[in-house]
């Protein structure tokens, strides 16, 4: 046998070329057994190593947001809602649930509950201040405190309206200039300002023009902001939810069940969504995953607008 022939047989002849067949045979299993055990993401979807601060955070959306955070790894973070007591509160129990979901040890949280009247531009300032001297930085802020009235145009007192613009428009534009002066100087970040289908359409059959038009501005807001800063690499998106099952909205349904009916039958997916059907979108735009996107508008409500 020539010396190429035996070289040849002695790179690929038959011991060899069984060998290379159960190496592939034990990579595929053990692949397989990965890709089963370890549930799999694309990277920029993490939310680790970024500092939030969330308005409203107190019960409602803001809270399930703060969850969907933990859920996408996110260890720092500054509850923000009017009452101190009950931010903390919130914090501490979110600390609880970051270590029950996420095995992490309590050490390795660091959440902290922060009381702020978001309508006063003072204390916003004085929010961030605290997030500030606690964390040093801020990457991605959610804008959820807002308040809902129902109304009639000719009902509505003036200063329960300059109250709703005071919290959901001022509010959310105090949130995104504290929030953006601090993301210019560190290189950036992302602002999700929480507006409503309410902003696009009007619900029916409860009057709420105030609302509905607050969220219209803070809509706008969105797009106008995220023009102003998209140069320093912030990014401002705004999220708009539909009819969803929070506490708030549980009360008053549970005690009318034909306006459950109706709002029910004006989805198509013949539904009110449940908080956490928002987690994927507020993941999404509060992390690197939606990098190119600002100035646009989310809506998760189970396809109200379309018709
Ligand atoms: N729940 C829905 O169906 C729905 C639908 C569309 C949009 N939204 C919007 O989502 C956001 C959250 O709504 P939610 O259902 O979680 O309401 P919610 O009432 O359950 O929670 C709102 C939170 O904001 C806080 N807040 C109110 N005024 C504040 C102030 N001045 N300063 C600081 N915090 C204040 C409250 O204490 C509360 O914790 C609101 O902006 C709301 O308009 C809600």
């Given at each position: 046998?020539?010396?190429?022939?035996?070289?040849?047989?002695?790179?690929?002849?038959?011991?060899?070329?069984?060998?290379?067949?159960?190496?592939?045979?034990?990579?595929?299993?053990?692949?397989?057994?990965?890709?089963?055990?370890?549930?799999?993401s694309l990277p920029s979807f993490s939310m680790e190593g970024k500092v939030a601060v969330l308005?409203?955070?107190?019960?409602?959306?803001?809270?399930?947001?703060?969850?969907?955070?933990?859920?996408?790894?996110?260890?720092?973070?500054?509850?923000?809602?009017?009452?101190?007591?009950?931010?903390?509160?919130?914090?501490?129990?979110?600390?609880?649930?970051?270590?029950?979901?996420?095995?992490?040890?309590?050490?390795?949280?660091?959440?902290?509950?922060?009381?702020?009247?978001?309508?006063?531009?003072?204390?916003?300032?004085?929010?961030?201040?605290?997030?500030?001297?606690?964390?040093?930085?801020?990457?991605?802020?959610?804008?959820?405190?807002?308040?809902?009235?129902?109304?009639?145009?000719?009902?509505?007192?003036?200063?329960?309206?300059?109250?709703?613009?005071?919290?959901?428009?001022?509010?959310?534009?105090?949130?995104?200039?504290?929030?953006?002066?601090?993301?210019?100087?560190?290189?950036?970040?992302?602002?999700?300002?929480?507006?409503?289908?309410?902003?696009?359409?009007?619900?029916?059959?409860?009057?709420?023009?105030?609302?509905?038009?607050?969220?219209?501005?803070?809509?706008?807001?969105?797009?106008?902001?995220?023009?102003?800063?998209?140069?320093?690499?912030?990014?401002?998106?705004?999220?708009?939810?539909?009819?969803?099952?929070?506490?708030?909205?549980?009360?008053?349904?549970?005690?009318?069940?034909?306006?459950?009916?109706?709002?029910?039958?004006?989805?198509?997916?013949?539904?009110i969504g449940e908080p956490d059907d928002l987690s994927g979108a507020v993941v999404y735009l509060?992390?690197?995953?939606?990098?190119?996107?600002?100035?646009?508008?989310?809506?998760?409500?189970?396809?109200?607008?379309?018709?």
């Amino acid at each position: 046998m020539s010396s190429a022939r035996l070289l040849s047989r002695a790179l690929v002849g038959p011991s060899h070329t069984a060998r290379l067949a159960k190496s592939a045979q034990l990579s595929t299993r053990l692949m397989s057994t990965e890709v089963r055990k370890t549930p799999r993401s694309l990277p920029s979807f993490s939310m680790e190593g970024k500092v939030a601060v969330l308005t409203g955070a107190g019960r409602g959306l803001g809270y399930e947001f703060c969850k969907a955070f933990v859920q996408s790894g996110c260890t720092t973070l500054a509850i923000v809602d009017l009452k101190d007591s009950e931010a903390k509160d919130a914090a501490a129990e979110l600390s609880a649930y970051a270590c029950s979901v996420g095995g992490l040890k309590p050490e390795e949280v660091n959440f902290i509950g922060v009381g702020c009247d978001v309508s006063s531009e003072i204390s916003v300032q004085k929010a961030f201040s605290e997030v500030i001297n606690t964390y040093g930085r801020v990457d991605s802020v959610v804008a959820s405190a807002g308040i809902v009235e129902n109304y009639s145009a000719f009902d509505y007192p003036f200063d329960r309206i300059k109250r709703l613009y005071d919290i959901n428009v001022h509010g959310a534009f105090f949130t995104a200039r504290e929030a953006a002066r601090n993301m210019i100087p560190q290189g950036g970040g992302s602002i999700v300002l929480v507006a409503s289908m309410s902003a696009q359409v009007v619900n029916i059959p409860q009057p709420q023009t105030p609302y509905n038009a607050s969220k219209a501005a803070v809509r706008h807001m969105a797009s106008s902001l995220a023009v102003e800063w998209a140069k320093k690499n912030v990014r401002v998106n705004c999220l708009s939810p539909g009819y969803m099952a929070t506490k708030l909205t549980k009360t008053i349904l549970d005690h009318d069940t034909a306006l459950k009916k109706t709002w029910e039958s004006l989805t198509p997916m013949g539904r009110i969504g449940e908080p956490d059907d928002l987690s994927g979108a507020v993941v999404y735009l509060a992390s690197d995953a939606s990098r190119f996107t600002t100035g646009t508008e989310l809506r998760v409500d189970g396809g109200y607008c379309v018709i």
